[in-house]
């Protein structure tokens, strides 16, 4: 009795692979060198309002400290 | 009977071949999409330049392992989470402790700030994922107002609430993911596939629509459709536990950082991955990854100590940041680009910038 459900599990488990790998193996790809540039292009148009890529001045990092020491 | 089990075995061998034929077919579509590599093409965007980049401020206060962190929107608190059990929210600015709460267990694996600012959400060994309200009333116990929203059958590793404080994304070591209703605590979606322990999870930014992206110990990374609970993608290319996934700003690719001592990156819409950032002398795993604002810069925590920042397009490694004394084991930039902030089994924060 256990071995037939185990192989009714078994059965339904490499269905759901099957269906799985149909669903996946059917979406629409675009080539690689089509991916790269758009990639590339997101990151041209963004580079310069990204603070830790280009640095922003100091007076508009609050974590960068404004003052500077002194020795007394 | 006899003949039954004959039967079954043969649907069973004959499902099994078609698997592996689809499997095949796979990689036979994926490849011929695979013109050229994105490092080829990166050749003609300039080089970056010299970075200096500090700790900026050390947050001390945890009395263990800080497992995860995570930043609120208004670019300034942090939430984080320790194996001592405690939560804690920070002003990064300041470097004061806002609220401490001590959870019923120990390894506090994830943790979460709500969109809103007014909620953090935290689980572990406890299984479960539970919501406490931040309120700035010293007489208020926090504790006395937590909400027990997930549950899971195993240790909870990763949280994030979705667009608003009413949903709850978690992954757990019970192989699955769910998607969770605030207030009532309902299971609204459950997402099975991973075949061992789920470690990671990161939510598409919104403009991309309702995916997710969760990486486990089955070394797979899977792409998510939130509404249907089916997985649309699933990418198998580390050789080891992928414990960080997060996606690109555009929503187009997502990063992993792993066991296996790499970083990769994988596009959606080409179906593949098209970068590996590595080097012969890189043998820890990574532990956290994250984004700067462009995407051109990925961040990676690594159990040797190290932080290395990734060109992501040319694919070579453009500093290493020294400065925690143990393994590096979360790191998330902050909303608006200006920090990132990490945090290590020495215990502590740093806020780098």
Not at chain 1, 33 to 58: V, W
Not at chain 2, 262 to 281: F, G, H, N, P, W
């Amino acid at each position: 009795m256990s071995s037939k459900t185990t192989s009714t599990n078994n059965i339904a488990q490499a269905r759901r692979t099957v269906q799985q790998l149909r669903l996946e193996a059917s979406i629409e790809r675009i080539k690689v060198s089509k991916a790269s540039a758009d990639l590339m292009s997101y990151c041209e148009e963004h580079a310069r309002s990204d603070p830790l890529l280009i640095g922003i001045p100091t007076s508009e990092n609050p974590f960068k400290d404004k003052k500077t020491c002194t020795i007394l | 009977m006899a003949t039954d089990g004959l039967h079954e075995s043969e649907t069973l061998a004959a499902l099994r071949s078609e698997a592996e034929g689809l499997k095949g077919k796979l990689e036979e579509e994926r490849a011929k999409l695979h013109d050229v590599e994105l490092h080829q093409v990166a050749e003609r965007v300039e080089a970056l330049g010299q970075f200096v980049m500090k700790t900026r401020r050390t947050l001390k206060g945890h009395g263990n392992k800080v497992l995860c962190m995570d930043w609120c929107r208004d670019k300034r608190r942090i939430v984080s989470s320790s194996q001592d059990g405690k939560v804690i929210v920070w002003d990064s600015f300041t470097t004061n402790k806002e609220h401490a709460v001590t959870m019923p267990c120990t390894w506090v694996m994830a943790c979460a700030y709500a969109p809103s600012g007014c909620a953090i959400a935290c689980g572990g060994l406890d299984n479960k994922c539970s919501v406490y309200p931040l309120t700035f009333d010293k007489n208020e116990n926090m504790a006395a107002k937590k909400r027990s929203v997930a549950m899971h059958t195993n240790y909870l590793s990763a949280c994030s609430f979705t667009n608003s404080d009413m949903q709850i994304l978690t992954a757990s070591g019970d192989g699955t993911c769910a998607l969770w209703d605030v207030e009532s605590g309902q299971l609204l979606q459950s997402f099975h596939g991973h075949g061992a322990d789920v470690l990671c999870l990161d939510l598409a930014p919104s403009e991309t629509g309702n995916t997710f992206v969760s990486g486990g110990c089955d070394k797979k990374a899977m792409v998510w459709d939130m509404r249907s609970g089916q997985c649309v993608q699933a990418f198998e290319t580390h050789e080891s536990d992928i414990n960080s996934v997060r996606y690109y700003p555009s929503g187009d690719a997502f990063a992993s950082g792993s066991d296996d001592a790499t970083c990769r990156l994988y596009d959606l819409r080409a179906d593949r991955e098209v970068a590996i950032y590595s080097k012969e002398s890189i043998i820890f795993g990574a532990s956290s990854v994250d984004f700067s604002l462009s995407g051109r810069l990925l961040f990676a925590g690594y159990n040797d100590y190290t932080i290395n920042v990734w060109d992501v397009l040319k694919g070579a490694r453009a500093s290493i940041l020294f400065g925690h004394e143990n393994r590096v084991s979360t790191l998330r930039v902050s909303p608006d680009g200006t920090a990132f902030c990490s945090g290590s089994w020495d215990h502590t924060l740093r806020v780098w910038a």
